[in-house]
């Protein structure tokens, strides 16, 4: 079965200093990973997608990579409005739908 | 260029009434999903729908649960006879050509059973 796992669940960090989020996925003929950032009460805003290994995206302060088993959200230098839940999904398979993770709650102290 | 829209934004309902959740898809995206989130879970898919079809349905419960993409007008998520348990937040998300496009979500519609 097609599965996402995140860590760590939550993630408390002092502002500017760096750190990575994890998502692993076992999906067979992945055809994305996608991140997204979700804040209190609100819909999941779309970050990036990585379409295969060794592919990178950056957006200010995050860049996220992708391997053949897991995806990394890197936060550089990270400021107090970065708090929030950063979502992975994977796309694939012979599925027509997004398989989330339980995310993982930022939370950075100024 | 707006983005997805749903209506309402809170809901509540007595147990065994019905539920109606709309989804209005961004300017020039064909394709609807309807996701679930539950407290203290992910975000769950429920059924994929593009103009008069639905595509996918098989994170839908198959009892009480129905959806539709008219021609004209929002995706409908139709919930008869709730229940305490459908509490939850509803997402819908659109994108322009479906697959592994980018899926852009909307605010939500938290819904509460009394």
């Known amino acids: 079965e097609d599965q996402v796992t995140q860590s760590p669940e939550a993630l408390r960090l002092q502002e500017g200093e760096s750190s990575s989020l994890n998502c692993s996925y076992t999906v067979s003929g992945l055809r994305g990973l996608f991140w997204y950032r979700q804040d209190p009460g609100k819909g999941p805003e779309f970050l990036f997608t990585?379409?295969?290994a060794g592919e990178e995206k950056e957006k200010e302060r995050l860049k996220a990579t992708l391997t053949k088993k897991e995806s990394f959200l890197h936060i550089t230098a990270p400021k107090p409005e970065d708090s929030a839940t950063y979502l992975c999904?994977?796309?694939?398979?012979?599925?027509?739908?997004?398989?989330f993770g339980t995310g993982t709650l930022l939370a950075v102290q100024p | 260029n707006a983005g997805v829209m749903q209506n309402p934004r809170h809901l509540v309902r007595r147990r065994g009434q019905e539920a109606r959740l709309r989804c209005s898809p961004m300017?020039?995206?064909?394709?609807v999903y309807w996701y679930r989130q539950l407290p203290e879970e992910g975000l769950k898919f429920m059924v994929y729908?593009?103009?008069?079809?639905?595509?996918?349905e098989s994170g839908m419960p198959k009892e009480r649960f129905s959806a539709e993409f008219p021609k004209e007008g929002p995706s409908i998520l139709r919930i008869q006879q709730v229940v305490r348990g459908d509490s939850a937040a509803y997402f819908c998300a659109s994108s322009p050509q479906g697959g592994a496009d980018e899926q852009y979500f909307g605010p939500g519609t938290r819904l509460t059973v009394t």
């Open positions: 999904a994977s796309y694939g398979g012979a599925t027509n739908k997004l398989i």
């Open positions: 729908l593009q103009k008069e079809n639905i595509i996918d």
């Open positions: 300017k020039g995206h064909s394709h």
């Open positions: 990585l379409y295969s």
